[in-house]
């Protein structure tokens, strides 16, 4: 049962455009939302981040949305460069008991952006 | 760079081989995550350590096993290998928490080739 879902593989985008990458996610008790890149043979990279009180976090070309009643959050990269291109993981966090949080990741999008 | 070093960063080995993954942690953070990513795959966690002691288990097989050392760098280690072990394996650390203590920064990772 997958509970973050990233339902595009891919994306490809020309230099300059927007580049928006789509999560949606099933598990109500999620309440704080991450996206990660990923170049090659390098671990993931945090990004950006969202609590679930909010519906908007913005850092620089870096918007994430939140829409907590339709269980989907988006990440909007603009002006999109090619140096963004890269895999976009997902990932939202649940108390798990005690002092434990566990984040869940999706299976991630490859973002190419185009020269 | 991340503050979360692993090694090695590449291990080539047979079946039935037992193998040893290493994780040295950010500085100050007491959580230890493990990570495979399969081809296709998103990031599958294994488990989590919190200063010495498994917290939670994720889809680890039995023949895994991980622990933390009073240093906190942690050990995972995997025996009677088989071909589909093969994978790369993420390391992450945070200090735990809610919040944006659920950022996990991840290591460079270690690409695991069972031939």
């Known amino acids: 049962d997958q509970q973050v879902k990233q339902n595009s593989p891919s994306l490809s985008v020309q230099e300059g455009r927007i580049s928006i990458l789509n999560c949606d996610y099933t598990?109500?008790?999620?309440?704080?939302f991450l996206w990660y890149k990923k170049y090659p043979a390098e671990g993931p990279t945090f990004l950006i981040s969202?609590?679930?009180?909010?519906d908007k976090n913005e850092d620089g070309r870096f918007t994430v949305f939140l829409n907590k009643s339709a269980k989907h959050l988006s990440l909007h990269i603009v002006p999109s460069h090619p140096g963004d291109s890269a895999v976009y993981f997902c990932?939202?966090?649940?108390?798990?008991?005690?002092?434990?949080?566990?984040?869940?990741f999706g299976k991630g999008t490859l973002l190419t952006v185009n020269p | 760079d991340s503050g979360v070093t692993q090694t090695p960063k590449h291990l080539i080995t047979a079946t039935g081989q037992r193998v040893t993954l290493r994780c040295s942690p950010r500085?100050?953070?007491?959580?230890v995550y493990w990570y495979q990513q399969s081809l296709d795959q998103g990031l599958q966690f294994l488990i989590h350590y919190y200063n010495g002691e498994e917290r939670a288990k994720g889809n680890i097989l039995e023949r895994f096993s991980a622990q933390q050392f009073p240093d906190l760098h942690s050990e995972l280690n995997l025996s009677s290998l088989e071909l589909g072990d093969s994978a790369l394996y993420f390391c992450?650390?945070?200090?735990?928490?809610?919040?944006?203590?659920?950022?996990?920064?991840f290591g460079a990772g270690t690409r695991l080739s069972v031939l």
């Open positions: 500085s100050g953070d007491l959580s």
């Open positions: 598990n109500s008790m999620f309440d704080y």
């Open positions: 990932a939202a966090s649940a108390y798990s008991g005690g002092s434990n949080y566990k984040l869940t």
């Open positions: 969202i609590s679930s009180i909010k």
């Open positions: 992450a650390s945070n200090k735990q928490g809610g919040g944006a203590k659920n950022i996990q920064y």
